[in-house]
């Protein structure tokens, strides 16, 4: 059974950095595409980055310049640096993943969340 286990969350002063990681553990052929998602109190889940196995990375416009998403191919996990954290950063950050399994069908599973929060 695949599954995503996120760490790194927590409170940060405005202007301060925090690292997520998320690791895919379980038996699957494949890792694709790999992203952090976030939904703050009362909005929607939003796309934070994305990032290919060929490593092309894509941004949401608010956090261009300010987060880097990266992986580890060999330890199948991805990782979000975050730096200049602003109060609106604050949400519950999601990693997704697509995965490959044995039948070569992509599916698609998300990690459990994990808080951060930046105070003013």
């Known amino acids: 059974q695949v599954q995503l286990v996120e760490s790194g969350g927590g409170l940060v002063q405005a202007g301060g950095s925090l690292r997520l990681s998320c690791a895919a553990s379980?038996?699957?052929?494949?890792?694709?595409?790999m992203g952090w998602y976030r939904q703050a109190p009362g909005k929607q889940r939003e796309l934070v980055a994305t990032?290919?196995?060929?490593?092309?990375?894509n941004y949401v416009d608010s956090v261009k310049g300010r987060f880097t998403i990266s992986r580890d191919n060999a330890k199948n996990t991805v990782y979000l640096q975050m730096n200049s954290l602003k109060p609106e950063d604050t949400a519950v950050y999601y990693c997704n993943c697509n995965l490959r399994d044995w039948h070569f069908i992509l599916r698609n599973y998300w990690g459990q969340g994990t808080q951060v929060t930046v105070s003013s």
């Open positions: 379980g038996s699957f052929f494949s890792i694709d595409a």
């Open positions: 990032i290919t196995s060929g490593g092309s990375t």
